[in-house]
């Protein structure tokens, strides 16, 4: 009895996720089109309903009514999965982000996550590393020169990013004791740690811009050098699901700066759900004010940033961090 | 160091190059948009501006166009055609003229060639159809009931007709010049 319920909850909690996940996505592309437009006075998309609102729900059905093509001479198994790739592995990362305070019901608690792996920051490496080979795949298998470039371009920044982007978590891990991502908000209950980790913060967050190959990193999908990068050859929902895992890891990158630095679902007054939200959609916001700002990286300024810049920063960072947490004590 | 002051003062200059975009891009934000939203608001084009094409008429309400096939030679995509007649008083006319604007690039060439002032370009550009056939236009089709863009020119007027009366006597002719008074 105590195990279906346990089944019966955790499938029940993973539908609402998923759909709220997919939603948010879906109206992160309506947010991004807007806010960009305005950011350019424009005014972005106002036909499809109220304020085009209904604008993301004609995109997926667009997408999904039109053709999908495989390319002659593609490596038709790879080509057709490696979007699929992008996406699960962008949806499958946030099976370990709390996202509110757990609930009592009936006697049990229930916890606002979908699972906390005692290694969770682990399993949000290793599933955003995975996501590399959505892209090199897609890339490679798409048999096209502009798709194989991108793929190349996408694997090269992503894996030197990955190196930084994990070294400016390792303080976070320091100050908490824990790789679970529970245990990391819960360490956060009297102040964030974007107060102790500044440096850290903005390590995280550049690193996270490039993992997500946005402006300014997107060179893998550079639209004057590349057509389009690694998903070039793609169109129908199969571009779609691309483009999905996209947004899909704004959001989980959102919420990862807010679980690592803004304290995850903590905040005064309001619902910690609510909360959550908050901070996830101001990071978003920012991403895409940054979206909107600055120019695309040159490929020699992005391995030098990665390289020569953020590493060092991230590996100084911890030794300042170790150092301090020596000298004071715990 | 000089090595390490300059680059103290380079890594400023782009925080602060940095802080100036960002400021930029949000004063943006709050700037009234300046797209013109189409089919509300249709924006008042040029006079010159080159889409469909009509037929015009001379200040005596009569056909301008004379059927001399300019058009349709100099026409790079062949999309008019026409098939002239002569009326019982010697002008000639189109008995039948077809523009297929399904083909049409609006080049107007057609209108630079014509020797009449007949064939014109408007600025009404909202012509498509779902069928091309509903695309091809016919005479009727083309014909307007006014001049276009100069509503004084008349042809035959100028050329085409027999002058009577002496030399000069004709609209913008000069009197002929008397050879013994021209000396200098």
């Known amino acids: 009895m105590g195990w279906l319920a346990g089944i019966i909850l955790l499938l029940i909690k993973l539908g609402v996720v998923l759909v709220v996940l997919l939603t948010a996505a879906a109206y992160l592309v309506y947010v991004e089109r807007k806010l960009l437009s305005r950011l350019q006075i424009r005014l972005g998309p106002n036909r499809a309903g109220p ?45 370990v982000i709390p996202f509110g305070r757990g609930w009592m019901f009936m006697g049990h608690e229930i916890p606002m996550v979908v699972s906390d792996l005692n290694v969770g920051l682990l399993y949000v490496f290793a599933f955003s590393s995975l996501g590399v080979y959505g892209v090199a795949l897609g890339g490679w298998a798409s048999n096209s020169k502009y798709s194989l470039m991108g793929g190349i371009r996408g694997v090269a920044q992503m894996i030197s990013y990955e190196l930084s982007l994990g070294l400016s978590l390792v303080p976070v891990v320091m100050l908490a004791r824990s790789f679970s991502l529970v245990d990391i908000v819960a360490a956060q209950a009297h102040y964030p740690f974007i107060v102790l980790q500044p440096v850290a913060f903005i390590l995280f967050f550049i690193s996270a811009g490039a993992e997500i190959k946005r402006i300014p990193f997107d060179i893998p999908e550079a639209e004057n050098e590349l057509v389009a990068g690694f998903h070039t050859e793609y169109s129908g929902m199969r571009f779609g699901l691309f483009f999905l895992g996209e947004y899909v890891t704004m959001v989980v990158l959102g919420s990862l700066v807010a679980v690592f630095f803004l304290g995850g679902w903590r905040g005064p007054l309001l619902p910690p759900l609510v909360w959550f939200s908050i901070k996830v959609l101001a990071v978003v916001l920012v991403l895409i004010w940054i979206r909107g700002t600055l120019p695309r990286l040159r490929y020699d300024q992005l391995m030098h940033l990665g390289w020569k810049v953020l590493i060092p920063l991230g590996l100084i960072n911890i030794v300042v961090t170790g150092g301090v947490l020596l000298w004071w004590g715990s | 160091m000089p090595g390490e002051k300059n680059r103290l003062l380079r890594v400023t200059e782009g925080l602060v190059a940095l802080i100036q975009g960002f400021w930029t891009t949000f004063i943006h934000l709050f700037r009234k948009p300046i797209t013109e939203e189409y089919p509300e608001y249709k924006r008042p084009l040029p006079p010159r501006s080159r889409a469909r094409i009509i037929l ?31 009326r019982a008083d010697g002008r000639r006319y189109a008995a039948w003229f077809r523009i297929n604007f399904s083909r049409c690039i609006y080049c107007g060439l057609c209108e630079e060639a014509c020797p009449t002032l007949a064939i014109q370009l408007t600025p009404d550009f909202e012509t498509c159809q779902y069928d091309l056939l509903t695309l091809v236009a016919e005479k009727e089709d ?3 009931d006014h001049g276009g863009k100069n509503q004084e020119y008349n042809y035959y007027r100028y050329a085409g007709v027999l002058v009577d009366g002496d030399k000069g006597g004709h609209i913008q002719e000069a009197r002929p010049v008397n050879l013994k008074s021209n000396l200098p």
């Open chain 1, 51 to 95: 304020f085009g609102l209904l604008q993301p729900l004609a995109d997926a059905l667009k997408l999904l009514t039109k053709e999908d093509l495989v390319p002659e001479g593609a490596d038709r198994f790879i080509f057709l999965y490696a979007p699929g790739v992008v996406a699960a592995s962008a949806l499958l990362i946030f099976a």
């Open chain 2, 56 to 86: 015009t008429r001379d200040p005596d309400f009569e056909e301008r166009c004379v059927a001399c096939y300019l058009c349709s030679a100099s026409c790079p995509v062949s999309c008019i055609s026409m098939q002239s007649a002569e």
């Open chain 2, 142 to 144: 083309l014909l307007v």
